[in-house]
């Protein structure tokens, strides 16, 4: 594994080992009901768990991304981040934020108002076309993720020329012109379940290590998402086991970051494949 490291508030944030990113949703509407964080004592419960089980960012949204979801305006979803960001940087004002955003104004008030330390951008600024000048000139971490269309639309845009040739396309055409911004730190999430069939998703998962080509620090989130229960049955709720499979499995083929709604059994899954590493 390359060994990577990322600006984080003005220090460098290693990546030379997995870590673990753990989602907080202040949303009543995300697709595992677990995740829903709305009340002060839930988010901080909710944030300290994270931190007790050894999450080394927090991952906040205020959107669900399910496709049954309704699209909140920026205005929205300021009024939500608002409310549990202030709650956060109070009780954990050292911890690692990341805001999961596609609007560029919401990403804009996080950094400035709360030094939020990372922008996580489902739509790799198709959404908002601001996104990535307003992220070069925040000077954050870039989390650039695949995704057709919106939340809303994805699952009808699922058919590709050459697949999955076309999303490593995408990414290069969206770094080069990230790199034109000034963007330094930008860190790549293949979009599992975004825009991608069962069989497709599956397919990226096993051709992971493509990604090496582009040398930036890669983001695997497949958390209970439905590539685990529509293969094994079950519903999210029953696709913990499903979620750790293949997180060793992405760890083991250049996984940095997990983002995951079960702290503690990724950080589990990155300690013992950290250990078979130290073996050979």
């Not at 994805?154 to 290069?172: S, V």
């Not at 969206?174 to 034109?180: D, E, G, N, S, T």
């Not at 930036?216 to 499903?242: A, D, F, H, T």
């Not at 059994?265 to 073996?279: F, G, M, R, S, Y």
Request: negative net charge; charged residues 20%; proline residues 4%.
């Amino acid at each position: 594994m390359r060994h990577y490291t990322i600006n984080v508030k003005g220090q460098l944030f290693d990546l030379s080992s997995p870590v673990v990113m753990g989602i907080l949703n202040v949303t009543p509407d995300s697709f595992y009901e677990g995740s829903r964080m709305q009340t002060t004592d839930q988010i901080i419960s909710r944030t300290q768990e994270i931190l007790m089980e050894g999450g080394a960012i927090i991952d906040i949204g205020a959107q669900s991304t399910r496709p049954t979801s309704k699209l909140l305006t920026a205005d929205e979803e300021i009024e939500r981040l608002d409310f549990a960001l202030d709650i956060i940087i109070k009780e954990y004002p050292d911890a690692v934020l990341s805001v999961d955003t596609f609007y560029a104004s919401v990403a804009k008030f996080c950094v400035e108002k709360y030094n939020v330390a990372i922008i996580n951008d489902i739509s790799g600024g198709q959404i908002d076309s601001n996104m990535f000048e307003v992220v070069s000139k925040l000077n954050v971490p870039y989390i650039l993720m695949h995704m057709r269309g919106t939340p809303q639309t994805m699952k009808d845009l699922i058919d590709y020329n050459n697949y999955p040739e076309d999303i490593y396309r995408y990414f290069a055409e969206k770094i080069a012109l990230l790199r034109r911004y000034g963007v330094n730190d930008i860190i790549l999430d293949p979009g599992f379940g975004f825009s991608k069939n069962l069989d497709q998703n599956y397919e990226l998962m096993s051709r992971l290590t493509d990604f090496d080509i582009f040398e930036l620090p890669l983001l695997v989130g497949v958390s209970r998402k439905s590539m685990i229960y529509n293969l094994l049955g079950g519903s999210p709720i029953e696709s913990l086991n499903g979620t750790t499979v293949l997180n060793t499995y992405a760890l083991l083929n250049g996984a940095n970051i997990l983002r995951v709604h079960d702290v503690k059994h990724a950080v589990e899954a990155v300690k013992i494949v950290e250990k078979l590493k130290q073996t050979k």
